[in-house]
T-cell receptor, first 112, second 110 residues
Framework: SQTIHQWPATLVQPVGSPLSLECTVE??????LYWYRQAAGRGLQLLFY??????ISSEVPQNLSASRPQDRQFILSSKKLLLSDSGFYLCAFGTLGDTEAFFGQGTRLTVV | GQSLEQPSEVTAVEGAIVQINCTYQ??????LSWYQQHDGGAPTFLSYNALDGLEETGRFSSFLSRSDSYGYLLLQELQMKDSASYFC???????????FGSGTKLNVKP
């Protein structure tokens, strides 16, 4: 069966520190991968999506970057965190033709 | 760009019926989905409409009118466990991207 793993579940980081969030998918090949951010009480904002290894598209300009070093691995990074980067980060995948996105359990990031 | 509008909050009593509306403005529309999210949890898929009409899945139904750029989620026989946030999401034909609305918080009261 298809599963998605995302870690860590919670993270507290000081302003100016780097960030690395990792997401891996099992049970499927060549998935579309997505990173979303959700501010408290708000909707999900699409940050990045990837259709293949090394292929990353950014939806909004920001202090973050994404990479896909392997087919089922998606990484969200920042060199220097800002207070405004705080939020709930969700990784998701879908396969071509799928009508739904499958979400990981999310990482709650607090920048202090 | 993509724009989805839904009410921010709805309150209903247990056993009642509630409808959550969603209007959208988008290019490249492929279909409309609905997701449920409990506090602190991940969104989970509820339903999907690609064509006009009503889709029924147990107590939940979803409707789409492509000509009106409008859809709704209908929840029947409300239960306390239905208290959650509900998001509509547009599926974009380009790379199968999903754009989400701001969510509707449903409060179910006894």
């Amino acid at each position: 069966s298809q599963t998605i793993h995302q870690w860590p579940a919670t993270l507290v980081q000081p302003v100016g520190s780097p960030l690395s969030l990792e997401c891996t998918v099992e049970g499927t090949s060549n998935p579309n991968l997505y990173w979303y951010r959700q501010a408290a009480g708000r909707g999900l904002q699409l940050l990045f999506y990837s259709v293949g290894i090394g292929q990353i598209s950014s939806e909004v300009p920001q202090n973050l970057s994404a990479s896909r070093p392997q087919d089922r691995q998606f990484i969200l990074s920042s060199k220097k965190l800002l207070l405004s980067d705080s939020g709930f980060y969700l990784c998701a995948f879908g396969t071509l033709g799928d009508t739904e996105a499958f979400f990981g359990q999310g990482t709650r990031l607090t920048v202090v | 760009g993509q724009s989805l509008e839904q009410p921010s909050e709805v309150t209903a009593v247990e056993g009642a019926i509630v409808q959550i509306n969603c209007t959208y403005q988008t290019s490249g529309f492929y279909g409309l989905s609905w997701y449920q999210q409990h506090d602190g949890g991940a969104p989970t898929f509820l339903s999907y409409n690609a064509l006009d009409g009503l889709e029924e899945t147990g107590r939940f139904s979803s409707f789409l009118s492509r000509s009106d750029s409008y859809g709704y989620l209908l929840l029947q026989e409300l239960q306390m466990k239905d208290s959650a946030s509900y998001f509509c999401a547009v599926r974009h034909y380009n790379f199968n991207k999903f754009y989400f609305g701001s969510g509707t918080k449903l409060n179910v009261k006894p």
